[in-house]
């Protein structure tokens, strides 16, 4: 934890990596899902507060894993009216959008202040974590309740990277093949040779843009009066209208992207095989933790690239006695799904 409040996580993230795929290794890929939201919130929660997380079983990991679900469903313009019609907020008394707000915020604030006493002046208290960062601010501790969200970005990419492998198996060899040819079979891939990846970075870009974390972006409040330009059309914005940067809808746009509903990791490769530079995920505007996360995402998949075959499970759906039905709906998502993770011949178990 030296080196974190400085912003060299490598160390840690590339620990929890490998934690990661020791887990998967131990249980042959059963519960991957769970394995992918411990090794995401545990990442961010020992950078942020000193509370590393090796089990997935923790309490305070349970309960951020609830919160995160909560906040994503607030997040969706369908989840009350008032992100739809944002006037009848103005409505006095305890509205029932507003008292499931104030649930939330409530439990979200009580999780907060645990975590942030832990590292302040908890048994953290002496780890160079950023909530120690945060206390020397002007304002106490500082409210740095969006880290969490972190977790949500990455946790959700992972889930959508495994998915991608089921769907679109075809640039699996070829991502194998560049880590081999690199990385070798003496070693785990390791931050060293990122610059030397760029296929491997274009599958960490491609699970971001492919299915979004949050496909309707973070609600945010205009601070002034602003005018838009949109293909020749001047819209304007009062000060205090909510706005959703609609991520989905931004990175599937036919215009950047062609056939955009396809995992085509290539698409950020030119025709040399180097990446792209003209490109940055929609999340880069409404998280500044991105860098952190996509770090996370880039070692995890490095790892587990290196070390499985990712294919479909050959058993049947324990609720239909059918082969599990695989697809890029929301329903993917849910966990229901046990994707089969087989190790490959030089970690033959």
Same mark, same amino acid.
């Given at each position: 934890?030296?080196?974190?409040?400085?912003?060299?996580?490598?160390?840690?993230?590339?620990?929890?990596?490998?934690?990661?795929?020791?887990?998967?290794?131990?249980?042959?890929?059963?519960?991957?899902?769970?394995?992918?939201?411990?090794? #995401?919130?545990?990442?961010?929660? #020992?950078?942020?507060?000193?509370?590393?997380?090796? =089990?997935?079983?923790?309490?305070?990991?349970?309960?951020?894993?609830?919160?995160?679900?909560?906040?994503?469903?607030?997040?969706?313009?369908?989840?009350?009216?008032?992100?739809?019609?944002?006037?009848?907020?103005?409505?006095?008394?305890?509205?029932?959008?507003?008292?499931?707000?104030?649930?939330?915020?409530?439990?979200?604030?009580?999780?907060?202040?645990?975590?942030?006493?832990?590292?302040?002046?908890?048994?953290?208290?002496?780890?160079?974590?950023?909530? !120690?960062?945060? !206390?020397?601010?002007?304002?106490?501790?500082?409210?740095?309740?969006?880290?969490? @969200?972190?977790?949500?970005?990455?946790?959700?990419?992972?889930?959508?990277?495994?998915?991608?492998?089921?769907?679109?198996?075809?640039?699996?060899?070829?991502?194998?093949?560049?880590?081999?040819?690199?990385?070798?079979?003496?070693?785990?891939?390791?931050?060293?040779?990122?610059?030397?990846?760029?296929?491997?970075?274009?599958?960490?870009?491609?699970?971001?843009?492919?299915?979004?974390?949050?496909?309707?972006?973070?609600?945010?409040?205009? =601070?002034?009066?602003?005018?838009?330009?949109?293909?020749?059309?001047?819209?304007?914005?009062?000060?205090?209208?909510?706005?959703?940067?609609?991520?989905?809808?931004?990175?599937?746009?036919?215009?950047?992207?062609?056939?955009?509903?396809?995992?085509?990791?290539?698409?950020?490769?030119?025709?040399? &095989? &180097?990446?792209? !530079?003209?490109?940055?995920?929609?999340?880069?505007? @409404?998280?500044?933790?991105?860098?952190?996360?996509?770090?996370?995402?880039?070692?995890?998949?490095?790892?587990?690239?290196?070390?499985?075959?990712?294919?479909?499970?050959?058993?049947?759906?324990?609720? =239909?006695?059918?082969?599990?039905?695989?697809?890029?709906?929301?329903?993917?998502?849910?966990?229901?799904?046990?994707?089969?993770? @087989?190790?490959?011949?030089?970690? !033959?178990?």
């Amino acid at each position: 934890m030296a080196a974190v409040r400085a912003g060299k996580t490598e160390p840690l993230q590339q620990f929890e990596a490998l934690l990661n795929v020791t887990h998967l290794l131990d249980g042959r890929g059963k519960n991957w899902f769970q394995h992918m939201d411990r090794v #995401s919130a545990s990442m961010v929660l #020992s950078a942020a507060f000193g509370l590393h997380c090796p =089990t997935g079983q923790e309490p305070d990991l349970k309960e951020i894993v609830a919160c995160l679900a909560e906040v994503v469903g607030l997040c969706t313009p369908s989840a009350t009216i008032s992100n739809v019609l944002p006037f009848l907020d103005i409505i006095p008394g305890p509205t029932p959008w507003r008292k499931r707000a104030q649930t939330y915020r409530k439990r979200e604030d009580g999780l907060y202040d645990r975590l942030i006493t832990r590292a302040v002046s908890g048994e953290a208290s002496g780890m160079n974590t950023w909530a !120690a960062a945060f !206390a020397r601010e002007d304002k106490p501790e500082g409210d740095q309740r969006r880290l969490m @969200v972190q977790f949500a970005e990455t946790a959700i990419s992972m889930h959508t990277f495994i998915l991608a492998c089921i769907l679109y198996p075809e640039w699996i060899p070829r991502a194998q093949r560049e880590i081999d040819a690199i990385v070798g079979e003496d070693r785990l891939p390791s931050f060293k040779d990122r610059p030397h990846l760029p296929f491997v970075e274009a599958i960490v870009r491609e699970s971001l843009r492919w299915r979004p974390a949050l496909r309707f972006g973070i609600p945010h409040q205009s =601070t002034a009066d602003d005018v838009v330009e949109y293909k020749g059309t001047e819209y304007f914005i009062p000060k205090g209208s909510i706005i959703f940067a609609v991520t989905w809808a931004i990175e599937h746009d036919q215009g950047r992207f062609e056939n955009p509903d396809l995992f085509q990791p290539e698409r950020f490769l030119d025709d040399t &095989n &180097n990446l792209k !530079a003209d490109y940055e995920t929609t999340d880069i505007t @409404v998280c500044a933790g991105i860098p952190f996360a996509e770090c996370s995402l880039w070692i995890s998949i490095a790892m587990m690239l290196w070390t499985f075959n990712i294919r479909r499970s050959d058993e049947p759906d324990p609720k =239909t006695g059918s082969p599990f039905k695989y697809d890029d709906s929301d329903l993917a998502f849910s966990g229901e799904a046990r994707h089969g993770i @087989v190790p490959l011949h030089k970690w !033959a178990i």
